[in-house]
């Protein structure tokens, strides 16, 4: 971790978040948080005082997230995304004990399931996962009923919910995420009081057709909008500001170059600053020469290639710059140019990715 790099985690960012999407799913479906990936980058640390007592469970990808979450005191509702595989089987005997929603998406995931469950001497608890057309895990739909009926003839296994999850419901033609919808229901079987969900961020927002009876949610609850193509706008706040201080300023002249591979030539007579991230802190280097930093408000170009643990940035046009001044590396206004949004366009990747990469060499505090 280092000290010198902090990510700001705005509570009230995050509330709003919460609040804002609360209005758009109504009273009654269930708000469940996406926290894999440590929060998206942003820090289950700081996040999880804020979201506990705001949300309806929390949904994991791996066996170990949920554990840890439970380990923190959880006593709600948490759906693992992802099964137990190969040598971990043997998690999912914690997982029964400690009451924890396994995602079921085959036969055999069913059976070690199973077994676990007659191991601990509990009930296991599961949502079964429905493959609606992304091609990626889930039972294909014409094998759902049969994995259903499966799971209804066993004591020790509990379906507690179906789902499915959408491949391009942030993109602003609806059709494939309307098929797939259509898919979805068709294999909902009249069992009553069954946890149903469907819906992602974009879905949440877009399509409220899918809401069913619980949503998931990551990253508009972070505050970041799923793609540029939803249908419709929502004030959604960025939680993340990233600082550094400057750590060397120094001259260039009219001609001199910097970084490695000297890519960027000086066309005048220049100051620099040195910002101690790189891209072995999560700032990617493709946007070397192509993002700026903030420094007092104004914008300070990254010049040539960002390195591992540094980059330089220039800072002839912004009076008075000095060693030890604040850096916002990230900010947290949408239209800033150094945005997570903007970032993202410019390293020709998603918003999410920006986030994750970001979250584990910089120490991450909570604000407001
Ligand atoms: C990551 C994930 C989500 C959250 O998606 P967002 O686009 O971040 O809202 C929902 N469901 C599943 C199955 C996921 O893996």
Redesign the pocket.
Known sequence: MKNYLTASISASAIRHNIAALRQRIGPDVRLCP?V?DDC?GHGMDVLYPVLSGLVDGF?V?SPHEALALRRRGYKGFILC?LSAYFDELEVQDDLVRQSITQTVMSSTALASIRAAAERVGEMAQVHL?VDTGMGRLGVPVSQAGDLIGSIHELADVELMGI?T?FASA?EADKTTALQQLHQFKSIIPPTKNLMLHAA???A?IDLPETHFNMV??????YGYR?SDALLHTMELKPCMEVGAKLIAVKHIRKGGRSGYGLTHEYTRDSRVGIVPIGYGDGYFRCLSDRAVVRIKGMNAPVCGQVSMDQMTVDITDIPAVKVGDEVEVISSDPQAPNSVENLARLAGTIP?EITCHLGHNIRHVLVD
């Open positions: 996406v894999k998206y949904a990808a995304l996962k789902y999850h942030d992602n961020s974009a949440a998931r949610l990551g990253i508009a609850l799923p999410y």
